[in-house]
């Protein structure tokens, strides 16, 4: 018997040492990890220059607890910027003794008064966030008793905390607590949260979550927060991945995979190259000021990359772009976003996307802590064009908000209040087809604030876009529609072609009759049929605390050099009849159509493209490009159009059709239908062969299909 005891007893003890000498390989990892965030010593200095004595700093408001306020976010800052310092051997501060006094000074200050922010996410994750890791890398070199104090503040970030919500928010907080398990060497609870943070890699569509098309909602909103929330769920959980590899605690395969699935064909997806983020994606963040070296997804990659073997190659060039090892990525791509209604394009010289909304989903978040107050239509059909990726970098505070690059909007004296930000969207006709390569978008659009409405579309190929609009109209009697073709950075000279005559445009407001094109920053904007276009090339002013009221936010007066090309329509476009009374139709039909050209030079402007608009009406918009034997065409209603000579389509249901073509031969058919509502799509080719294609449904409803023409 005690041969069997001593045996337990042994196995018992054998076992707890495996799992410390995990728990010290994963505590070795984590600290790893966290001091790879870089490093500021200009800060530190002058952090370390202006503390007082009793641990604060001068400049901030420690009596503002608000929403908009909580100054005291800068006093965690500093401390996690001091600390990082003092860990990192590449600092000049490394180990400097008096930096070690002013942490614990400022960390003193702190654990006397246990600042408690109106705004819980400073409560549950910022503070709790920060402190674990100053704890974590400065283990050793805090007072014992600060260690204990700041022990209640960590512990705040709770997988019990009803802020733990699915998803992004526990993944996040429940990182905070394992860390800080690791910390204390707490085994038995790290397990615990480790397989909770396993547990929500996982698809979620229709919920908060991961969607099944590798996009992310944070809320039952079910808009696109994938940038913002969904590279925070991303990085922790890449991060996990990294730190218990190797382990008992080591993530599945399947685990892994996915990640790496959602990492590469979400996140990088949504990012220009992989690199920069997509304007378009951007919800109250965009009115937060950035640098254009912020790489988010290069550390989770890294991660990613040591973890698996699984999409080795991909994920390595994401890396080497993101530390500019490469100038240029390999990969071009079409993919629609069915679950968030966002289409995006790469090609190895640009990047281009289309924001949208539908019945099935709302248009943008709400205007959370007096962020993004002026974001109602940047979901309207929005497209942002990257060829650098900076093209739109800190733009915002100068940014005329009812000219949303893609959109068309009713230009009125002011915006509207912030609360009406968030809407639900009138229309169920939203989506694209796309076989992976090349795609067409088609948004039968109605405004949710103004109520004006308007077809339109995107046609992509491999050098140029092109976009077209239909059945433009408006019930507002005192206020013009206009469709902003870009408004981005004026980063050279604005070049316009009208007649046999080239024009350098000097600085200021113009409107120009009978433009044949339009040239900017190695952009080009064709207008197949010569129009009336309005150009502003000038200095614009303004302050990032106009667009986000926080107490953080700068004060100071901005001015930025700003290019903006649109198409005035005028009041009520359509004529006359409204179109929102019953049995009215629209006196005429108002369209607008324009190619955009990332990369080119004047001198291309002038020749002939090989594209043809076939159609450009509210029941059929179609293009065909020449060249490449592919035809595009978005039904908004059952229909015929002439493709080629002897070659109708008719579709007998709404739909959005690709065709690719050989010796003017339909070679293959991509659909897709953008209302949902459909199970099968019925396509008619000259009257003669009648064609039925079965529909995705269920979470896949909208995506493409793609069949042989037999």
């Known amino acids: 018997m005690k041969i069997i005891l001593s045996m337990i007893f042994c196995f018992a003890m054998s076992t707890l040492v495996f799992a410390q000498n995990d728990l010290q390989v994963i505590k070795t990892n984590l600290i790893k990890e966290l001091l790879r965030s870089d490093i500021n010593d200009s800060l530190v200095e002058q952090a370390m220059s202006t503390i007082k004595d009793d641990g604060s700093w001068p400049e901030i408001n420690y009596k503002d607890l608000s929403l908009t306020g909580y100054q005291h976010s800068i006093h965690v800052e500093n401390l996690e910027s001091m600390a990082l310092a003092y860990c990192n051997n590449k600092s000049k501060f490394y180990k400097d003794q008096k930096l070690k006094i002013t942490i614990n000074k400022a960390l003193k200050f702190w654990c006397e008064y246990n600042f408690i922010s109106a705004n819980w996410w400073y409560n549950i994750v910022f503070t709790p966030r920060t402190f674990v890791k100053i704890s974590l890398i400065m283990e050793k070199d805090i007072d014992p008793d600060i260690l204990k104090k700041l022990q209640p503040m960590i512990k705040r ?33 790290f397990s615990q949260l480790i397989d909770i943070i396993q547990d929500q890699i996982k698809l979620m569509t229709g919920f908060r979550g991961m969607q099944c ?48 699935d959602y990492h590469l064909d979400g996140l990088c997806k949504q990012k220009v190259y992989g690199k920069y983020d997509d304007k378009g994606v951007a919800n109250r963040d965009i009115t937060r000021k950035e640098t254009a070296s912020a790489h988010s997804l290069l550390i989770p990659l890294e991660n990613l990359y040591e973890a698996s073997d699984y999409r080795k190659n991909e994920i390595k060039e994401i890396i080497d772009l993101c530390k500019g090892k490469i100038d240029k990525p390999t990969l071009s791509f079409a993919k629609f976003f069915w679950q968030s209604e966002h289409f995006v394009f790469q090609r190895p010289d640009f990047y281009t996307s289309v924001r949208m909304f539908s019945t099935r989903n709302r248009n943008m978040e709400l205007a959370h802590n007096s962020e993004g107050i002026f974001n109602h239509y940047k979901s309207d059909g929005a497209n942002h064009l990257a060829v650098k990726g900076d093209e739109y970098l800190n733009i915002w505070p100068v940014y005329d908000w009812q000219k949303i690059p893609g959109t068309t909007v009713l230009q009125k004296p002011k915006m509207p209040s912030s609360n009406e930000v968030l809407q639900d969207g009138l229309t169920d006709f939203v989506g694209a087809a796309t076989d992976g390569l090349y795609g067409v978008v088609g948004f039968d659009f109605i405004s949710p604030h103004d109520f004006i409405r308007v077809k339109k579309s995107w046609f992509f190929f491999d050098d140029e876009y092109v976009c077209l609009g239909a059945g433009i109209a408006s019930n ?13 950075l004026l980063r050279s000279d604005v070049i316009v072609s009208r007649a046999n005559e080239q024009t350098k445009i000097e600085p200021g407001d113009h409107h120009i009759d009978q433009t044949k094109w339009v040239f900017h920053n190695g952009i080009g904007y064709i207008f197949p049929e010569p129009a009336n276009i309005n150009l502003s090339n000038k200095t614009e002013s303004g302050r990032w605390y106009d667009i986000n009221k926080q107490s953080s936010s700068s004060k100071e007066l901005v001015e930025k050099d700003v290019f903006k090309l649109w198409i005035n329509h005028g009041k009520r476009p359509q004529g006359e009849n409204l179109w929102l009374y019953p049995g009215k139709m629209d006196t005429k039909d108002v369209t607008y159509q324009y190619i955009v050209v990332p990369v080119t030079i004047p001198k291309q402007l002038n020749t002939e493209r090989p594209i043809e608009t076939l159609s450009n009406n509210s029941q059929i918009q179609c293009v065909k490009h020449t060249s490449l034997g592919i035809v595009q065409a978005v039904f908004y209603t059952s229909g015929t159009i002439t493709i080629a000579k002897a070659i109708d389509i008719t579709l007998d249901s709404p739909g959005i059709v690709m ?37 995705p449904q269920g979470d896949y409803a909208g995506t493409s299909v793609t069949i042989e023409n037999q």
């Open 659 to 695: 065709l690719k073509m050989k010796n003017n031969k339909i070679d293959q058919i991509t659909v897709s239908d953008p209302t949902r509502k459909l199970s099968r799509l019925h396509m008619s080719i000259s009257g003669e062969k009648d064609i039925a294609i079965d529909l």
């Open 213 to 260: 098309d590798f996009s992310f909602h944070h809320r039952v909103h079910r808009v696109n927060n994938t940038v913002s929330y969904g590279s925070g769920y991303g990085q922790n959980c890449a991060l996990w991945a990294a730190c218990v590899a190797g382990t008992k605690y080591a993530f599945s395969e399947e685990k892994i995979k996915l990640l790496v």
């Open 157 to 189: 970030a709770s997988k019990d905390d009803r802020w733990a919500r699915q998803s992004a928010d526990r993944v996040k907080i429940c990182s905070i607590e394992a860390q800080n398990y690791i910390l204390i060497g707490d085994e038995e609870n």
């Open 476 to 488: 507002d009697f005192n206020n013009p529609i206009a469709t902003t073709i870009n408004q981005s």
